[in-house]
């Protein structure tokens, strides 16, 4: 199944951490050229290059930014992606994670129809690939290697998600201020995301199935970077809860 995508542009933002982060880049990449025809933008931020095999596909468009912030800022990098982004929908994809396309599809369609601002092309259950199946599914390229094995797959974090990908209704998501940059590293930013918009009482989305995370190591990037790192997210995040609608839509008016 191959799905018709001109109006969507797939954002992914990348530090190559491991040789298995980029090899994931990689199957992923292959994976939604194959199924789909949106136009896809990958951004790398690092100290230096690492992803030279990235920047020589004729099917990407690869930007590098030179970042020596040894956390990795990805709101940052996620709002970039979406300002430079020339579609009325936006999918803001994380380099390790796949779903069934009739689920990409189900999901776009609500942002079309203007059901909603945000929209999650899974349910919440998002499933632990082990690194024999990565493989597996990046020599096949076929979505039924880890449907018909999610079985045998145990649910990331144990508990439900709202990461790894979602779509947004372009203009109206930068209206209500994007990714939260003071969301700075890794932690909650997600949450955070879903919170500010059901306080804002905007509509979201989503699709009944499931999510799969490709086998990677954890590096310092798949964690809090530090405990005052920790604290900074956190109370972010309760003081974004802490707010009513008004309230909320000033202190947006506030970031930069």
């Given at each position: 199944?191959?799905?018709?995508?001109?109006?969507?542009?797939?954002?992914?933002?990348?530090?190559?951490?491991?040789?298995?982060?980029?090899?994931?880049?990689?199957?992923?990449?292959?994976?939604?050229?194959?199924?789909?025809?949106?136009?896809?933008?990958?951004?790398?931020?690092?100290?230096?290059?690492?992803?030279?095999?990235l920047s020589k596909r004729k099917d990407i468009s690869y930007i590098y930014i030179q970042d020596k912030d040894p956390v990795f800022h990805l709101t940052s990098y996620r709002n970039e992606l979406i300002r430079r982004s020339a579609t009325p929908i936006v999918a803001l994809w994380d380099?390790?994670?796949?779903?069934?396309?009739?689920?990409?599809?189900?999901?776009?369609?609500?942002?079309r129809r203007k059901e909603a601002v945000l929209a999650w092309p899974y349910d919440g259950i998002?499933?632990?690939?082990?690194?024999?199946?990565?493989?597996?599914?990046?020599?096949?390229?076929?979505?039924?290697v880890l449907t018909s094995r999610k079985h045998n797959f145990l649910p990331m974090f144990g508990a439900?998600?709202?990461?790894?990908?979602?779509?947004?209704?372009?203009?109206?998501?930068?209206?209500?201020?994007m990714d939260n940059e003071y969301m700075h590293g890794w932690g909650l930013e997600d949450i955070e995301r879903l919170k500010r918009i059901t306080i804002l009482g905007l509509p979201v989305y989503r699709v009944r199935g499931d999510l799969y995370h490709l086998w990677h190591p954890r590096g310092k990037n798949s964690g809090y970077a530090d405990k005052q790192r920790e604290m900074e997210v956190f109370k972010e995040y309760l003081k974004v809860c802490s707010y009513s609608r008004d309230e909320l839509l000033n202190y947006i008016k506030t970031w930069e």
């Open positions: 199944m191959r799905i018709n995508l001109p109006d969507v542009t797939i954002c992914m933002h990348i530090r190559i951490d491991s040789p298995a982060r980029l090899e994931n880049a990689l199957i992923v990449i292959n994976y939604l050229t194959k199924v789909t025809d949106a136009k896809i933008i990958v951004m790398e931020a690092d100290s230096i290059l690492r992803g030279k095999v380099v390790d994670v796949v779903a069934n396309p009739v689920q990409l599809c189900e999901a776009i369609e609500r942002i998002c499933y632990n690939v082990p690194r024999e199946i990565t493989g597996l599914f990046g020599a096949n390229g076929d979505i039924k439900l998600n709202t990461g790894g990908i979602f779509f947004a209704d372009k203009e109206q998501y930068m209206e209500i201020g």
